[in-house]
């Protein structure tokens, strides 16, 4: 199975860090949040990967290259502008191929065993839901046992959190153009409505790196848990 690393955001909240870098390259822990998913899919088996960019992609794909210093095989998806989740996944698909594949967000950090999450048949999507964090209490999906179903009335306190992790199925991007600028949740809700998405729960180590406080956080975590001495002006 392929897998893509989402990677196109500008990362407007982690301005003025984002002006001049692009947010998966930003460094957690001594290596750059990218790399850290990297290692991660390569433990798992995925070796061949696809990575979208656009705000500074240019220097994605010089930090990265064809990913052979990193025991993996990186195609590029540029996009002249961000398409938004749904549309970079549609516009990477001649790169992922025919058969289902593994998308994960750039800027989460996560201790996920990549190789369990699977599409189970006749599903269009596999979703790794986490605990609500601080920032996000409402939750976005509802999981009841391995399913993923339609919020009914009373439910939405029992939402999770995606993770930003999921396998797909090419089908579900089936009626959107290439280089249409496209958001995943819709497509998501209406597979949900027929009963083809699937999900499981992780209860380990996920952050949205969505702000530098955030970053700074997992940064001293990291260097905590690794020995690592703290970067300077912490």
């Given at each position: 199975?392929?897998?893509?690393i989402l990677a196109a955001?500008?990362?407007?909240r982690?301005?003025?860090?984002?002006?001049?870098?692009?947010?998966?390259?930003?460094e957690?822990?001594?290596?750059?949040?990218?790399?850290?998913?990297?290692?991660?899919?390569?433990e798992?088996?995925f070796?061949?990967?696809?990575?979208?960019?656009a705000?500074?992609?240019h220097?994605?794909?010089?930090?990265?290259?064809?990913?052979?210093r990193?025991?993996v095989?990186?195609?590029?998806?540029?996009e002249?502008?961000?398409l938004?989740?749904a549309?970079g996944i549609?516009q990477?698909?001649p790169l992922?191929?025919?058969?289902?594949?593994?998308?994960?967000?750039?800027?989460?950090?996560?201790?996920?065993?990549?190789?369990?999450v699977r599409?189970?048949?006749?599903?269009?999507?596999?979703?790794?839901?986490?605990?609500?964090p601080?920032?996000h209490?409402?939750?976005d999906?509802?999981?009841r046992?391995?399913?993923?179903?339609a919020?009914?009335e009373?439910?939405?306190?029992?939402?999770l959190?995606f993770?930003?992790?999921?396998?797909?199925?090419?089908?579900?991007f089936a009626?959107?153009?290439?280089?249409?600028r496209?958001?995943?949740?819709?497509?998501?809700?209406?597979?949900?409505?027929?009963?083809r998405v699937?999900?499981?729960?992780?209860d380990?180590?996920?952050?949205?790196v969505?702000t530098p406080?955030?970053l700074?956080?997992?940064?001293?975590?990291?260097r905590?848990?690794?020995?690592?001495?703290?970067?300077?002006?912490?």
């Amino acid at each position: 199975m392929k897998a893509m690393i989402l990677a196109a955001g500008r990362g407007e909240r982690m301005r003025p860090l984002t002006d001049h870098t692009p947010k998966p390259l930003l460094e957690a822990g001594g290596k750059p949040l990218i790399v850290w998913h990297i290692e991660r899919l390569r433990e798992a088996g995925f070796t061949e990967l696809v990575i979208n960019h656009a705000h500074l992609g240019h220097l994605l794909e010089a930090a990265l290259g064809d990913g052979r210093r990193l025991g993996v095989h990186i195609a590029w998806s540029p996009e002249r502008e961000a398409l938004e989740t749904a549309g970079g996944i549609r516009q990477a698909l001649p790169l992922l191929g025919d058969h289902p594949f593994l998308v994960v967000n750039g800027d989460v950090f996560c201790d996920v065993d990549f190789a369990s999450v699977r599409l189970q048949p006749g599903d269009f999507a596999q979703l790794l839901l986490v605990p609500n964090p601080a920032h996000h209490t409402a939750g976005d999906f509802l999981l009841r046992g391995t399913r993923i179903v339609a919020d009914d009335e009373g439910a939405a306190a029992q939402c999770l959190t995606f993770s930003g992790i999921g396998v797909y199925d090419p089908a579900l991007f089936a009626d959107l153009a290439p280089g249409s600028r496209a958001k995943l949740a819709p497509l998501l809700r209406t597979a949900i409505a027929a009963g083809r998405v699937g999900g499981a729960r992780h209860d380990g180590c996920w952050v949205d790196v969505g702000t530098p406080a955030r970053l700074a956080e997992l940064d001293r975590s990291l260097r905590i848990e690794y020995g690592q001495h703290p970067t300077s002006g912490e």
